[in-house]
């Protein structure tokens, strides 16, 4: 594919910037610290994941009382996700990614990325602070229903995720590939599946549906939702920009086609894989 096909993304500042730093003088660079790295992503990363789903759905599993009371319970709370969101927003932007390519190799960075964000995670679902009894409590058919639909965003999650492809959660698959091979990665082409038929960021609405489908409503977790919804609006629109930027005005016309988080149509939008012309702004 051409090298200025914009129906193709492949983060070409950061492979320059790799490029340029080579891996001799990069504190992660070779098979050990990749391998520590590949181990830190699926514990922290896949553990902090798994954390915060079941602290979702149940709670703080080991409730930590520090004895805030009220007002310090929730600005923990409040610090605790600030912390996550900081971590994440940063950590993918590129300007990041090229600072870390001075010390971490590139091929890395996704590993580096999961486990930092299930430390977060972690950090969260441990220190959370329950504040108050519960504003409402479901029960019998009403509890059951919300499970259902927690679970049911769930699956659509996975089939969002699926959607993309090879789609790596936890950034493992380029460290492995590099451990056999230096061959770079080919361009991601732009291509639609699944539910991005329907909005352009199917992940994000099936996530706040996750985490309001939850069925506790105490003071503590309308913040943490309240503030995840927040987060995740604002993350979209972030995501936005670098996606314009990626693929130039493929994903433009994409925009003008499909919604960015809710849908408007029950029938898809646009056809199965569809890979937009090249077109120049």
């Known amino acids: 594919m051409p090298q200025d096909d914009k129906t193709a993304c492949k983060l070409s500042a950061v492979d320059n910037a790799q ?8 504190l992660i660079s070779r098979k050990p610290g990749a391998l520590l790295l590949v ?24 409730p930590v009382d520090i004895e805030l009371g009220i007002a310090g ?43 930092a964000s299930g430390t977060f995670l972690l950090l969260l679902t441990g220190l959370w602070q329950p504040v108050g009894s519960p504003l409402w409590e ?18 659509g999650a996975w089939w969002g995720s699926k959607s993309l492809g090879d789609f790596d959660a936890l950034g493992v698959k380029p460290a492995l590939r590099a451990f056999g091979s230096q061959k770079a990665v080919a ?26 489908s939850c069925p506790i409503f105490t003071v503590d977790r309308i913040l943490h939702n309240g503030l ?5 609006i604002f993350g979209a629109t972030m995501e936005e920009r670098d996606l314009v930027a990626c693929f130039g005005q493929a994903y433009r016309s994409y925009q003008k086609t499909v919604p960015m988080l809710l849908p408007k149509s029950v029938k898809p939008l646009i056809p199965e894989s569809r890979a937009y012309p090249k077109k120049h702004p």
């Open 19 to 26: 490029a340029i730093h080579g891996s001799g003088g990069q």
């Open 39 to 62: 181990a830190a992503a699926y514990v922290l990363g896949g553990g902090g994941m798994l954390a915060w789903l079941a602290f979702l759905l149940l709670g703080p599993l080991v």
């Open 73 to 115: 319970g929730l600005l923990l709370d409040m610090l605790l996700c600030l912390l996550f969101f900081i971590q994440h927003s940063i950590m993918v932007r590129r300007g990041f990614r090229l600072w870390l390519t001075r010390i971490v190799r590139a091929d890395f960075h996704g590993t580096l990325y999961a486990a």
């Open 138 to 155: 479901p029960a019998g058919s009403i509890r059951w229903a919300m499970i259902t639909v927690f679970l049911a965003a769930g699956a």
């Open 187 to 212: 361009a991601t082409p732009f291509t639609v599946r699944g539910p991005y038929r329907w909005v352009r960021h199917p992940l994000y609405p099936f996530s706040l549906i996750i985490i309001w």
């Open 228 to 232: 995840w919804t927040i987060w995740i």
